[in-house]
């Protein structure tokens, strides 16, 4: 098992382009997340997705849209990117529901953008 | 409505001496706390979890934590630091009924643990 995978690993944009952030887990989870690290804050929630189909807001949203292609994939899109979205961009996903509070989240490795 | 506090944002100890990382919540509703870590330049992982089974919770690389609901703390400890314990500290707290984010999932800013020889 591979676990939680993202691409790209590193990532350089200018101010304005867009792109779009892989996320992959192969352990059929059911619950996938994205966040942001920035440094002395933590991690915020950009987005989630408690199943597939569906899609929720988290502590900041804005500038950012997802998509959940199917069980396995969960993608972040950056539309117009901006230099406050330079930051770590990490991808979790948990086994069961969302409401499950004793579940722990698994993580990819991250990915480095840097805005310009 | 949750949230976490780490108490230190940077702890130093010696190597071979005890480990302390301080963390204390607050939480309307029972909640389950956890622990991650998170080596430079790499993903975060679990090192042990708090389910309500038992206060005094065992994890990974001999690390433990001890829930206490009325200091409303969950301290991480380790007897004896080893240099690859350097990293990144992070407690997390969860509670169904969140007034916050979506997921009810709150992280604290995180403690860096620096390990001297």
């Known amino acids: 098992n591979a676990g939680v995978t993202q691409t790209p690993k590193f990532q350089v944009l200018k101010t304005g382009q867009s792109m779009t952030l892989q996320c992959a887990q192969d352990m059929n989870h059911n619950s996938m997340y994205w966040y942001r690290q920035d440094p002395g804050m933590g991690l915020r929630l950009i987005y989630y997705s408690a199943s597939e189909g569906t899609t929720d807001k988290g502590e900041v949203p804005n500038g950012y849209n997802v998509s959940r292609l199917n069980k396995r994939e969960f993608s972040l899109r950056l539309e117009s990117a901006a230099p406050s979205q330079t930051s770590v961009y990490f991808c979790?996903?948990?086994?069961?529901?969302?409401?499950?509070?004793?579940?722990?989240?698994?993580f990819g490795p991250g990915t480095r953008l840097t805005v310009l | 409505a949750q949230s976490v506090t780490q108490l230190d944002s940077h702890v130093s100890v010696s190597e071979g001496t005890p480990v302390l990382l301080r963390c204390n919540y607050s939480?309307?509703?029972?909640?389950?706390l956890f622990w991650y870590v998170q080596h430079p330049n790499k993903g975060l992982q679990l090192l042990l979890k708090y389910t309500s089974a038992a206060t005094l919770v065992k994890g990974i690389n001999g690390f433990e934590a001890e829930f206490k609901k009325s200091e409303t703390s969950f301290h991480l400890t380790k007897p004896s630091a080893h240099m690859s314990d350097a990293a990144e500290y992070f407690c997390?707290?969860?509670?169904?009924?969140?007034?916050?984010?979506?997921?009810?999932?709150?992280f604290g800013k995180g403690t860096h643990l620096i390990i001297q020889p």
């Open positions: 997390v707290v969860r509670e169904v009924y969140s007034g916050g984010g979506a997921d009810g999932l709150t």
């Open positions: 939480s309307s509703y029972s909640p389950s």
């Open positions: 979790a996903s948990t086994p069961r529901g969302a409401r499950d509070i004793y579940n722990e989240q698994f």
